[in-house]
């Protein structure tokens, strides 16, 4: 399949034809993907079944891990669910548009192929300015999985797309803002107590905030014992991996650098924090600085990249705090790590 690369730039005439361009091919169920403030999505017509199958195949994604639905406009939560609570309309008010996805019961017109036969529908409204005007130039709303093929850390930038989807997908829009780096935090509002199913920018401190109790699926932090179903069928997946061995070590940066000068070679590579590298006796790689989890959020999933295109086969990763967005970076790292961690 040819695939469209179209680059948004500061032509406003020129982006509205990749708009309208983009627009036509999800209404005629085609497969786009587009950047948001988290990572790339991969979008179609989230209430065409065929289309949203597609997206499946194009992944190489098992049917029964549901998509987030995009939408421009809180008036859509009325049509996508059932019962839009009080708890949704508040944080709807306080975080849309935003890095924030929300589980409500779903209302018939979503179809299965879009929620993974699920009885809920995630829906999410970002607040990147081309996801934005997508969802409103197409009229549609868009089911959008991350960019990535399924198990690969997720896309941050145009040319992790390009690697990934060209060839498999109609078109790629380009816009080198993707700031977050992580995806979007998700809860699960559909049962009693709003519980947090994947960690992102918007920590539980800020939603406690608004709606008092909040709890953190333990998935979350370790992985999915056999037998037990995971609510958010993503997280029983290894993912965000690249073909490199990554470990985590935890413990104080003298330990850790120690550690892995003990164990460098060709081949060998540091996830490490700014500044750092000159204590390394390997190739560096920093990801971000240390006690500023966004700015390692931002660096993660192309660090995790950059292993591959390197050649490494062993990487030993500074050990992220678990606190605030902290949070979001550990969940990723320690999936990209198949939970291997090492106390130094
Ligand atoms: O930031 C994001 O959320 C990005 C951008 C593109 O918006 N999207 C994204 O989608 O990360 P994806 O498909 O890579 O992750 C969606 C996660 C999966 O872990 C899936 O299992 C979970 O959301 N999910 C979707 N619908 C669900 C539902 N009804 N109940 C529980 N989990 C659900
Ligand atoms: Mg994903």
Same mark, same amino acid.
């Given at each position: 399949?040819?695939?469209?690369?179209?680059?948004? +730039?500061?032509?406003?005439?020129?982006?509205?034809?990749?708009?309208?361009?983009?627009?036509?091919?999800?209404? &005629?169920?085609?497969?786009?993907?587009? %950047? +948001?403030?988290?990572?790339?999505?991969?979008?179609?017509?989230?209430?065409?079944?065929? @289309?949203?199958?597609?997206?499946?195949?194009?992944?190489?994604?098992?049917?029964?891990?549901?998509?987030?639905?995009?939408? @421009?406009?809180?008036?859509?939560?009325?049509?996508?669910?059932?019962?839009?609570?009080?708890?949704?309309?508040?944080?709807?008010?306080?975080?849309? /548009?935003?890095?924030?996805?929300?589980?409500?019961?779903?209302?018939?017109?979503?179809?299965?192929?879009?929620?993974?036969?699920?009885?809920?529908?995630?829906?999410?409204? /970002?607040?990147? %300015?081309?996801?934005?005007?997508?969802? &409103?130039?197409?009229?549609?709303?868009? @089911?959008?999985?991350?960019?990535?093929?399924?198990?690969?850390?997720?896309?941050?930038?145009?040319?992790?797309?390009?690697?990934?989807?060209?060839? &498999?997908?109609?078109?790629?829009?380009?816009?080198?803002?993707?700031?977050?780096?992580?995806?979007?935090?998700?809860?699960?509002?559909?049962?009693?107590?709003? +519980?947090?199913?994947? /960690?992102?920018?918007?920590?539980?401190? !800020?939603?406690?905030?608004?709606?008092?109790?909040?709890?953190?699926?333990?998935?979350?932090?370790?992985?999915?014992?056999?037998?037990?179903?995971?609510?958010?069928?993503?997280?029983?997946?290894?993912?965000?991996? /690249?073909?490199?061995?990554?470990?985590?070590?935890?413990?104080?940066?003298?330990?850790?650098?120690?550690?892995?000068?003990?164990?460098?070679?060709?081949?060998?590579?540091?996830?490490?924090?700014?500044?750092?590298?000159?204590?390394?006796?390997?190739?560096?790689?920093?990801?971000?600085?240390?006690?500023? %989890?966004?700015?390692? @959020?931002?660096?993660?999933?192309?660090?995790?990249?950059?292993?591959?295109? !390197?050649?490494?086969?062993?990487?030993?990763?500074?050990?992220?705090?678990?606190?605030?967005?902290?949070?979001?970076?550990?969940?990723?790292?320690? &999936?990209?790590?198949?939970?291997?961690?090492?106390?130094?």
């Amino acid at each position: 399949m040819e695939t469209i690369i179209a680059q948004i +730039t500061e032509n406003e005439e020129q982006n509205q034809k990749i708009y309208e361009q983009a627009s036509d091919i999800l209404k &005629r169920g085609g497969l786009v993907a587009f %950047p +948001t403030e988290t990572v790339y999505g991969l979008g179609a017509d989230a209430l065409d079944e065929e @289309a949203s199958a597609k997206i499946y195949a194009a992944k190489g994604r098992p049917s029964d891990n549901p998509l987030i639905v995009h939408i @421009a406009d809180t008036k859509a939560l009325e049509e996508l669910s059932c019962d839009v609570t009080a708890q949704a309309k508040l944080l709807a008010e306080k975080f849309w /548009p935003g890095p924030l996805t929300m589980i409500l019961k779903k209302s018939d017109c979503v179809p299965k192929s879009s929620t993974g036969g699920l009885g809920t529908v995630a829906i999410r409204m /970002p607040s990147h %300015p081309v996801a934005a005007q997508l969802i &409103r130039t197409s009229g549609v709303y868009i @089911a959008a999985p991350s960019a990535n093929i399924s198990g690969k850390p997720s896309p941050t930038r145009g040319e992790h797309v390009i690697h990934d989807m060209k060839g &498999r997908i109609d078109m790629i829009i380009v816009d080198d803002t993707v700031d977050i780096g992580v995806e979007s935090t998700i809860v699960d509002l559909s049962e009693d107590v709003p +519980t947090i199913l994947r /960690p992102g920018y918007i920590t539980k401190e !800020m939603l406690s905030e608004v709606l008092g109790e909040v709890r953190i699926d333990p998935a979350i932090m370790g992985s999915v014992k056999p037998g037990v179903v995971p609510k958010a069928p993503g997280m029983k997946y290894k993912h965000y991996a /690249p073909k490199a061995h990554v470990v985590i070590l935890r413990g104080p940066f003298q330990r850790y650098a120690q550690y892995v000068n003990n164990h460098a070679g060709a081949g060998v590579a540091a996830l490490c924090y700014e500044g750092e590298e000159a204590a390394l006796h390997v190739r560096a790689l920093p990801c971000g600085r240390e006690g500023d %989890p966004s700015s390692q @959020a931002q660096r993660l999933f192309d660090a995790l990249r950059s292993l591959d295109a !390197m050649g490494i086969h062993t990487a030993y990763a500074r050990c992220p705090e678990k606190q605030g967005v902290g949070l979001a970076v550990y969940n990723r790292l320690l &999936r990209a790590a198949a939970f291997e961690m090492i106390d130094v």
